[in-house]
């Protein structure tokens, strides 16, 4: 694999995924994902993406759950 902005060589290692939503921020440690070995370039394949988009739906779901309950009691 080739990394589609250098052209340098692409090899699988695991990164840090980091997510700025609105409420929180998410650090995602040690996610499988390809990296250019010449520019950094990092790219994540579609079941990474999957899971990633799964736990951020999951989140956003409880913290707005969070949110409501707070609002209630007060
Ligand atoms: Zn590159």
Not at 36 to 58: A, L, M, P, R
């Amino acid at each position: 694999m080739k990394c589609f902005h250098c052209g340098g060589e692409m090899k699988r290692g695991k990164t840090t995924y980091t997510v700025n939503r609105k409420g929180y921020h998410l650090l995602i440690h040690e996610v499988p994902a390809w990296m250019c070995t010449q520019c950094g370039e990092v790219y994540f394949e579609g079941e990474e993406v999957d899971s990633i988009q799964e736990v951020i739906k999951s989140i956003d779901e409880k913290i707005g759950k969070l949110r409501r309950e707070r609002v209630a009691v007060q």
